[in-house]
C-alpha cells in the first residue's frame, strides 16, 4: 500500500467529508466495509476543491482534503482563513516544499513527515487534532517519500479514535495544549510515542554544532550517534513551533546550529524554519551561529552521511552567511523538472490539445505549455504569465512589421533593397495573418537578407525578429476555475486587450454533479462576459458532441483577428474516468441545454450569434413559431384576440366538463363492483402485457379495474387506493424496471425515515413478480431472481399496507414462462376481491400481436403517414413503429438520457434509425457523398457500415425522416425490406481476390433481392408522395408474401470459396458459389437453416448454423430462394416471435422434410452438393490486385463507425476520396470498406489521400482487425449492455495480453452484442460477449475461424475482471500449446476448455466448461 493510499484510508475511516485531489485511482478507494462513514469526492489533478471546501466546511463534521500535489493549494490561499476555525486536514504530497509552506500564516497548525511510518502515524494525529481543537491543520509529507515497512492501526482502531470527544478537563485550551491532548490521545491508539521535537546525540556527550532538520532523519541520526561533537534536532511540528522544547534540546556546548530544509528554490531570502530557530534562539547568551542549508539526497551508507556533514560544516565556516545555501548531499533532479513531471497535460483533455495540434500544427503555440516548466519554472502554466508572454510576443511582432516597413521606406530612397526582396517585404506585410503565404513570405525575406544584406539598421532588427514571420496562433489553456474570478485569472484583461490570442476554457464540471458545488462561490458565465465586450470571438463546444462544430469554432477563433474565448465542456472527475462517462454526462449537458453549443463572430454582417445546440434550437423555434402565428394572425384578424383570449375561459369550462363526466362515470364504475388500481413497471413489455390483460379479466368481473405505470402513480395517491395489484418485471441486476424506479426510491426513502405512510389507510396490495431464475447462474446471485418484486412486496408490507393475496412469483424457465406462476397467483387475487366465484362467459380478447398489426395494416401503411404529421410528440403510434420497420425504419431514443429527461418531464429523446437496402455492399462515389450529406444533414454527423453490407443513420428525428428517406432515393438507393419480416438486404461476398466470379456473384445478390422485395406501393406513397391512381380504385397485391407477410425476418447471403466473409452458415438462406473449369460460376451450393437470434436463458431458443441442402444452377439460385421463403411463410411459428425464424421451422418438420416440401415447390430436385472450402470468415486488408487489372484497398473502420475523431478524421478523408475516386465502394460483413477499381493513372492519388487520413494504416492488431459490434447504447432499444463503444476498450486489455505472449499479428475473431439478437453474429465467434446487464455479459467460446461452428456458453455472467482473468492464462496457454496452423477456437475444445457444438439444439449441452475449467455451481 502507497503512502497516498495509507493516507486516504485513515481519512476515510475518521472523516465525516474526503475530498481527494489528483490521487492515483487505489488511493481514492482503499478502505472497504462497514466501518467506513465518509463521503468521498474525487477530483481532477486541475479541479478547485475550494466550493467543495467552502460548502462542507463546519464545526459539527471533519473534513479532510488530500492532495497529490502542492500547487492546487496555492490556489486555496483566499479561503483557507476563513476555514481555519473549522476541523480541517490537509494532506500534501509535495514536490516543491517552499510552496506547500505558502498556507503557514494562515493554517493553525502544520505537521511535517519524512517517512512512511511518520506520514501514516501524522495522518491520524492531523485527524484527531483538527477534530480536538475545531481548527485547520496542514500535514506535509514529501511526494518521494522511500519506502519502508509500516505498523498501522487497524480500521478498528482508527474510528474509535475518530470517536473520542473532547476531554472534560480542558476549556480553554492553547494551541500546544490541543496538540499535547491529540498526541496522548493518538500514542495511545497507535502504541508509539509521538512528539513534536525528537533530538539525538551520543550518549554523556559534549556536542559543538547542532543539526535541526525536518521530520524524521534516519540517515542523519545514525551518523550523529558517531560522532559526539554533532547533535541532531528532528521538527514535526511547526505549526505552532515549540520554542521552550526547542531550547531544551540545544545543549549549553553547542555553538554553531545548521538549519536544514529540503527547499531547493528559495523564493524568499530565509526560508520557514530557519526563521523559527533564529527566533527560539534569540536570547541565547552565549550568541550561537545559525545558519541554513538545503537538505539533499543522502547516501546510503551512514559513514558516508558523516563525511558529508562534516564537509558542510567546515564548507559553512569558510562562507560568509551571505552566500548561496550549501547542500548536504546530492540535489534531486532539478526543482523545475520535478514539477514539470507533476505538471502535465491531464488525459481527458488531451483531447482538445489534439484538436488544436490537428488544426494549427506546426503554428500552434500554448503558451502556458507545460513543458515550459522545465525552463521557466511552475510560474509558467499561470494565466498572468501567459498573458504577459502573448503581449510580448505581439510586441515583437509588431516590431518586425515596423522593421519590414522601414526597409520598405528606404528602398524608395536609395537602391538598398533589391526588387526581388522589395516584392518578397510587401507581399508578407500584405498576408502577415494567412497561414501559408506568411510563412512562405518570410523564409524568402530571410533567404534574401542572409544572401545580400542590405546597408540598412533595419536589416539586423529582421534577422533577429525572424522567428515571428510566420502567423502564429497562439493559445492560452485554462480550467473552469478561471471563471470564478475573471479578475484574478486574466481573463478580463486579455478579453479588454485587443490581443490576437485565443483562450480555451475547459469546464470538468460533469452535469449530474453540478448542484454539488459552492452556492456562495457563483461561477460567472464567462461567455457572457466577452460577448459583452463586442470585439471578442466567443465559442461554446463540446468535443464529445460534435466534432465538427468543436473544429469549426477553433478554426473560425483562429480566423478571428483579436480576442477570441472558447469555452469547452469535457465533464470529468478524475483521470480514470470512462470516456463511456465523459460523452454520456456531455450528451445529458448538451440535451438540457446546460452546456450550449454556439458561436459568436462579431465580423460576421448577418447575425453574429449563431446557436448550434438542436435541442435548444429546437425548443426556440417552437416558441417563435407559435408566437410568430399569433402575431400574424392577431395583425391581419384584430378582432381575433379578443377571441383568443375570451376562448381561454370557454376551454377550461370544456376541460372541467369533460374532468367532471369522466368522474361520474368512474364512479358508476365502481358502484358495479370492487376497486383495483393495476400498476406495472415494465422494460420490455412482457409486464405490461400481463397488467393490461389482468384489467381485462378484472373488468369481465365487474371489477372497477383501472391501468397505470407504477411511477405515475405518487405515494399521495397510492394512500388513496383500497386495491392495488403491482406488476413488475426484472431488470439488469435485479434492479427495477426504468418506469418504476421512482416509486422504489420514494418506498425506500419513506423506509429509511421510519415512515408508516400506509399504516392508517385502506390500501390492500399484492404483487406478481416476473424474472429468470437461471439468469444469474452462480449461487451467490441467487437473490436477484425476482429481486424488484420481492423487495416491493416487503417494503409496502414495512410500510403499513395489507397484504390482501400473496406473492406471485413468474418464472421464465418454467413450462409455460411466467404464465405458470401467473396462473397460481391470479386466483388468489380474485378471491381477495370477493369476485372468485364470478363466472366469466364472455371470451377474453385476444392480445394484439405483431400478425395482427401486419394484416391490419392495409399493407404496411398502418397511420404512418398520419403520424408523420403529429407534432405533439417525436415518436410514432406503437403498432406504426412495428411498421415503419419493413420501410426500413427503426424508432429508438437516446438511453444516455432518458432518466433526465423523464426527471424533468420530457418525453425521451425519440430518433430514428434508418437503413439503406443494398444488395452486396456496393455503390458508387456519388452515392457515398450522398450519404455523407444525409448523415450530416439529418442525422448525427456518422453513419455505420453495418454487418449487412450496408448505411445505417442514427439520430434522425422525426420530422427529417422524410427528407432522409427522399434523399436516399435520389441517390437511386432505398430502405424499403431493409428490416422486418421480409427478405432483408442480401449479402454477397466483398473481397475481390477471385474478381473474376464477385462479378457475376455480385448480380444474382440484385437479382434476388429485387425477386424477393415486397411489391407493396406504400413505400412510394409514404416517402416519396408518390399517389395511387383513381384512389383506391387500385389494391395493393403481394404476391409472394401475402397480407400477412413472414413470420419473422428472413436473410440470405452469398459467399465466394475460400472465404466465407458472409458468415453463410448464419444465414437463413445461403448460396456458396461453385466455379467451374475455368473459374467461371457453374452454379450454388444451397444452405438453409442458420440464424443467430435466441432469448437469454430460454432454451427454447438457440443459435443454429445452416444445413447444405443441395445444388443449382446460376439460373435457378433467385427461385430456390423464393421456394425456401415461401415454405417458412407457410409453415413458420406465427404465434411465438421467438421460435419463428427459419432455423426453428427445420427442426421441427425435419430437414429431409424440409428439404423434399422446397422440393416439391420447385417441381424438381436439388442436385447434390458440391465439394467447397472455407478458410477463414474475415476480411483481407491492404492492397490487392483483381485479374482485370483494377486495383482494391480494404481498409480498416472500426465497428463499422464512419465519423471524424481527434486523429481519425476517416469521414472526411472519406468524403474527399468519394470526390475524386472512379470506381466503387464495397462494404464488407465485417463492417470495413474497400475501395475498389482504382485505375492505375489513380492509383498515386489514391494512396496519398488513404495516407493523409490516416486510413491506410494497418498497424492493429490480429485480434481488432477480427473483431466487430453491434451498436447497442445509447440508441438501440434493445441493448442490455455496451457493445460498440466499449469492444474497443476491452481489446485494449486483451490485445497486450495477446502481445505479451507473442500473438499480436495472430488473428482471434472477437464479436461483441449489447443483446441476445446477434446482430454482429457472436455465435460463430471464437470468442462472444453477448450483453445481460450494464457491464455484465455472457462468456462463450470454441466458435469456428471461418464461421462453420458454434459457439458454447462458457460462462453466464462476467464482467471486465472476470473476462481478462479467465483470457489470460488461456491465452497464454494457447501461445505455449497450440499446433501448428491451429485456431483459437479449435485450441479451447482441444485443450478442454468447453466441448464442440454439433448442432444448434445441442448449444446447450456442455455450457459453462469441461472438467476443472467447468463453473462452479
Known amino acids: 500500500m502507497s503512502i497516498l493510499d495509507q493516507v486516504s484510508r485513515v481519512a476515510t475511516l475518521s472523516s465525516t467529508i474526503v475530498i481527494n485531489q489528483g490521487l492515483p485511482p487505489r488511493a481514492q478507494a482503499v478502505s472497504s466495509g462497514e466501518l467506513i462513514k465518509a463521503q468521498v469526492t474525487n477530483l481532477s489533478s486541475n479541479a478547485d476543491a475550494g466550493p467543495l471546501l467552502s460548502q462542507h466546511a463546519s464545526q459539527d463534521q471533519l473534513v479532510t482534503l488530500n492532495l497529490a500535489d502542492s500547487l492546487p493549494l496555492i490556489n486555496l490561499l483566499p479561503i483557507l482563513p476563513g476555514l481555519s476555525k473549522t476541523p480541517l486536514v490537509i494532506n500534501v504530497a509535495y514536490s516543491n516544499l517552499a510552496e506547500a509552506l505558502a498556507p503557514r500564516s494562515i493554517v493553525p497548525f502544520i505537521l511535517h513527515s519524512s517517512t512512511p511510518q511518520q506520514v501514516c502515524d501524522h495522518a491520524l494525529l492531523a485527524s484527531r487534532l483538527a477534530s480536538l481543537s475545531g481548527r485547520s491543520v496542514l500535514h506535509l509529507f514529501p511526494s518521494q517519500t522511500p519506502a519502508s515497512p509500516i505498523e498501522g492501526p487497524g480500521d478498528d482502531a482508527i474510528v474509535a479514535l475518530a470517536k473520542q470527544t473532547r476531554p472534560e478537563q480542558i476549556t480553554s485550551p492553547t494551541d500546544l495544549e490541543s496538540y499535547d491532548a491529540a498526541v496522548a490521545a493518538t500514542s495511545a491508539a497507535i502504541g508509539r510515542n509521538l512528539q513534536p521535537l525528537a533530538s539525538t546525540g551520543a550518549a554523556e556527550s559534549a556536542p559543538q554544532t547542532a543539526f535541526v532538520t525536518l521530520g524524521a532523519q534516519p540517515a542523519i541520526r545514525d551518523a550523529v550517534l558517531s560522532d559526539p561533537a554533532l547533535h541532531l534536532v528532528e521538527v514535526s511540528l511547526l505549526r505552532p513551533f515549540p520554542v521552550a522544547s526547542f531550547v531544551q534540546r540545544i545543549s549549553a556546548s553547542v555553538t554553531k546550529v545548521i538549519v536544514l530544509e529540503p527547499i531547493y528554490k528559495q523564493p524568499i531570502k530565509w526560508t520557514p524554519l530557519y526563521l523559527d530557530v533564529i527566533g527560539a534562539l534569540q536570547d541565547r547568551e ?42 548536504l548531499g546530492q540535489l534531486p533532479p532539478s526543482q523545475d523538472s520535478t514539477v514539470s513531471s ?68 528606404a528602398a524608395g530612397s536609395s537602391a538598398v533593397v533589391s526588387k526581388e526582396l522589395h516584392a518578397s517585404l510587401t507581399k508578407w506585410l500584405a498576408k502577415k495573418d494567412d497561414p501559408t503565404l506568411s510563412e512562405k513570405a518570410g523564409k524568402e525575406i530571410v533567404g534574401s537578407l542572409e544572401a545580400h544584406p542590405p546597408a540598412h539598421p533595419a536589416t539586423a532588427r529582421i534577422l533577429e525578429l525572424k522567428q515571428h514571420f510566420p502567423a502564429t496562433s497562439w493559445w492560452i489553456i485554462g480550467s473552469d476555475a478561471w471563471s470564478y474570478d475573471l479578475g484574478a485569472s486574466g481573463l478580463h484583461h486579455l478579453i479588454s486587450s485587443s490581443l490576437n490570442v485565443n483562450i480555451l476554457l475547459i469546464d470538468n464540471t460533469p452535469y449530474s454533479t453540478r448542484s454539488e458545488v459552492d452556492p456562495s462561490k457563483r461561477k460567472k458565465d464567462a461567455g457572457l462576459y466577452a460577448m459583452n465586450y463586442g470585439e471578442v470571438f466567443v465559442g461554446s463546444i463540446a468535443v464529445y458532441s460534435s466534432y465538427s462544430q468543436s473544429l469549426q469554432a477553433l478554426l473560425e477563433a483562429d480566423k478571428f483577428r483579436g480576442p477570441s474565448v472558447v469555452l469547452a465542456y469535457l465533464p470529468y472527475e478524475t483521470e480514470d474516468t470512462p470516456a463511456l462517462t465523459v460523452l454520456k454526462e456531455t450528451k445529458l449537458a448538451i440535451d438540457t441545454g446546460y452546456w450550449p453549443l454556439y458561436r459568436w463572430n462579431p465580423t460576421r454582417e448577418d447575425e453574429p450569434f449563431f446557436l448550434e445546440s438542436e435541442a435548444v434550437k429546437a425548443d426556440l423555434q417552437d416558441f417563435l413559431d407559435r408566437q410568430n402565428h399569433l402575431s400574424q394572425l392577431t395583425k391581419s384578424r384584430p378582432d381575433l384576440a379578443t377571441e383568443l383570449v375570451s376562448s381561454l375561459g370557454t376551454k377550461l369550462q370544456e376541460a372541467r366538463k369533460g ?159 411466467p404464465q405458470t406462476g401467473y396462473k397460481l397467483w391470479e386466483p388468489t387475487l380474485w378471491k381477495a376481491l370477493g369476485v372468485d366465484s364470478v363466472e366469466v362467459l364472455e371470451a377474453e ?86 450519404m455523407d450529406r444525409i448523415a450530416d444533414e439529418r442525422g448525427n454527423g456518422t453513419f455505420k457500415l453495418t454487418t449487412r453490407q450496408t448505411f445505417q443513420f442514427h439520430g434522425v428525428i422525426k420530422k427529417h425522416l422524410k427528407p432522409a428517406i427522399q434523399g436516399i432515393n435520389k441517390a437511386l438507393l432505398d430502405t424499403i425490406a431493409a428490416c422486418g419480416d421480409v427478405n432483408r438486404n442480401v449479402l454477397c461476398s466483398s473481397l475481390p481476390d477471385l474478381s473474376h466470379l464477385h462479378s457475376q456473384v455480385y448480380e444474382y445478390s440484385k437479382r434476388i433481392s429485387e425477386h424477393l422485395l415486397p411489391r407493396t406501393t406504400a413505400y412510394h406513397e409514404i416517402w416519396l408522395d408518390k399517389k395511387l391512381v383513381a384512389g383506391d380504385a387500385v389494391k395493393d397485391h403481394e404476391p409472394l408474401y401475402g397480407a400477412y407477410y413472414l413470420p419473422r425476418k428472413f436473410k440470405i447471403a452469398i459467399a465466394v470459396p475460400p472465404t466465407n466473409d458472409v458468415d453463410i452458415f448464419a444465414n437463413d438462406v445461403g448460396f456458396i458459389a461453385i466455379p467451374d473449369a475455368k473459374g467461371n460460376l457453374s452454379g450454388f451450393n444451397v444452405t438453409a437453416g442458420g440464424g443467430m437470434g435466441v432469448t437469454h436463458s430460454n432454451k427454447k431458443t438457440y443459435p443454429r448454423t445452416a444445413d447444405v441442402l443441395g445444388f443449382c444452377t446460376p439460373d435457378q439460385a433467385h427461385i430456390v430462394a423464393e421456394k425456401i421463403m415461401l415454405t417458412q411463410r407457410d409453415n413458420g411459428n406465427r404465434s411465438d416471435r421467438k421460435n419463428a425464424r427459419l432455423k ?201 475461424y471461418y464461421g462453420q461452428r458454434l459457439n458454447k456458453i462458457y460462462r453466464e455472467n462476467v464482467t471486465e475482471p472476470e473476462i481478462l482473468a479467465i483470457l489470460r492464462p488461456m491465452i497464454k496457454r494457447y501461445a505455449l500449446e497450440r499446433h501448428e496452423g491451429e485456431h483459437f477456437g479449435d485450441f479451447v475444445i482441444r485443450a478442454g476448455y468447453i466441448s464442440a457444438t454439433k448442432s444448434g439444439k445441442e448449444w446447450y449441452d456442455g455450457m459453462g466448461g469441461e472438467g476443472e475449467n467447468r463453473a462452479r455451481s
Not at 881 to 897: N, S, W
Open 845 to 930: 380478447p385476444e392480445p394484439i400481436t405483431n400478425e395482427n398489426i401486419k394484416i391490419a395494416s392495409n399493407y404496411l401503411r398502418g397511420t404512418i403517414a398520419e403520424g408523420l404529421k403529429d407534432t405533439s410528440t417525436g415518436a410514432l403510434a406503437p403498432s406504426d413503429g412495428q411498421l415503419t420497420k419493413f420501410h426500413g425504419i427503426y424508432e429508438q431514443d437516446d438511453r444516455d438520457i432518458r432518466d433526465e429527461r423523464k426527471d424533468a418531464g420530457l418525453e425521451p429523446a425519440y430518433s430514428f434509425m434508418i437503413r439503406v437496402r443494398m444488395p452486396g455492399g456496393v455503390c458508387d462515389p456519388k452515392q457515398w457523398l450522398a
Open 659 to 817: 374532468k367532471a363526466k369522466q368522474a361520474y362515470a368512474d364512479l358508476l364504475n365502481s358502484m358495479e363492483g370492487p376497486p383495483l388500481l393495476v400498476v406495472f413497471a415494465s422494460d420490455g413489455g412482457n409486464a405490461e402485457k400481463v397488467a393490461k390483460r389482468l384489467v381485462n379479466r378484472a373488468k369481465a368481473r365487474g371489477v372497477a379495474a383501472r391501468l397505470a405505470v407504477m411511477d405515475s402513480v405518487p405515494l399521495e395517491e397510492l394512500k388513496q387506493e383500497q386495491h392495488v395489484a403491482f406488476v413488475t418485471s426484472t431488470a439488469g441486476q435485479g434492479e427495477p424496471p426504468q418506469n418504476g424506479r421512482d416509486t422504489f426510491r420514494s418506498l425506500n426513502a419513506a423506509a429509511t425515515r421510519g415512515e408508516r405512510p400506509f399504516a392508517e389507510t385502506a390500501l390492500k396490495y399484492s404483487v406478481f413478480a416476473m424474472g429468470d431464475s437461471h439468469y444469474w447462474p452462480r449461487p451467490e446471485d441467487a437473490g436477484y431472481y425476482n429481486k424488484p418484486g420481492k423487495d416491493l412486496d416487503a417494503r409496502l408490507e414495512l410500510l403499513g399496507a395489507e397484504r390482501m393475496a400473496g406473492l406471485g412469483l413468474g418464472d421464465d424457465q418454467d413450462a409455460d414462462g
Open 1144 to 1344: 426453428y421451422t427445420i427442426d421441427r418438420m425435419g430437414l429431409d422434410n424440409f428439404k423434399a416440401e422446397v422440393e416439391q415447390r420447385l417441381g424438381w430436385q436439388l442436385a447434390p452438393a458440391r465439394p467447397f472450402e472455407f478458410t477463414a470468415n474475415i476480411d483481407k486488408f491492404g492492397w490487392t490486385t483483381g485479374y482485370n487489372g483494377k486495383h482494391h484497398f480494404t481498409m480498416f473502420i472500426e465497428n463499422g463507425r464512419v465519423q471524424d475523431e481527434p486523429g481519425k478524421e476517416f469521414k472526411t478523408g472519406l468524403q474527399e476520396i468519394a470526390k475524386v475516386h472512379r470506381g466503387t465502394f464495397r462494404l464488407t460483413a465485417n463492417q470495413h470498406l474497400i475501395l475498389a477499381d482504382v485505375d492505375d493513372d489513380d492509383l498515386p492519388e489514391m494512396k496519398r489521400l488513404l495516407s493523409k487520413y490516416g486510413l491506410d494504416n494497418l498497424s492493429y492488431s490480429g485480434l481488432r482487425l477480427s473483431s466487430s459490434a453491434c451498436v447497442a447504447f445509447p440508441t438501440c432499444g434493445l441493448a442490455m449492455a455496451e457493445s460498440e463503444r466499449y469492444l474497443p476498450i476491452l481489446i485494449d486489455k486483451v490485445e497486450a495480453i495477446c502481445e505479451e505472449n507473442g500473438l499480436r499479428n495472430d488473428s482471434i475473431v472477437m464479436r461483441m452484442t449489447g443483446c441476445p439478437n446477434g446482430s454482429a453474429r457472436p455465435y460463430i465467434a471464437e470468442i462472444a460477449f453477448v450483453g445481460k446487464a450494464p457491464g455484465s455479459y455472457l462468456m462463450l467460446l470454441g466458435g469456428g
Open 286 to 327: 552565549p550568541r550561537l551561529t545559525v545558519r541554513s542549508a538545503v537538505l539533499g539526497s543522502l547516501p546510503s551508507s551512514s559513514n558516508d552521511v558523516a563525511l558529508s556533514l562534516a564537509k558542510l560544516s567546515e564548507e559553512l565556516e569558510q562562507q560568509p552567511p551571505t552566500s548561496a545555501r550549501p547542500v
Open 342 to 409: 507533476t505538471i502535465s497535460v491531464p488525459k481527458h483533455e488531451s483531447s482538445y490539445t489534439k484538436l488544436l495540434d490537428h488544426l494549427f500544427h506546426d503554428r500552434l503555440e500554448i503558451l502556458n505549455h507545460p513543458s515550459l516548466v522545465s525552463q521557466l519554472g511552475d510560474v509558467a502554466t499561470r494565466p498572468e504569465f501567459a498573458l504577459g508572454r502573448a503581449r510580448a510576443l505581439v510586441a515583437d511582432r509588431d516590431s518586425l512589421t515596423e522593421a519590414v516597413n522601414d526597409l520598405l521606406d
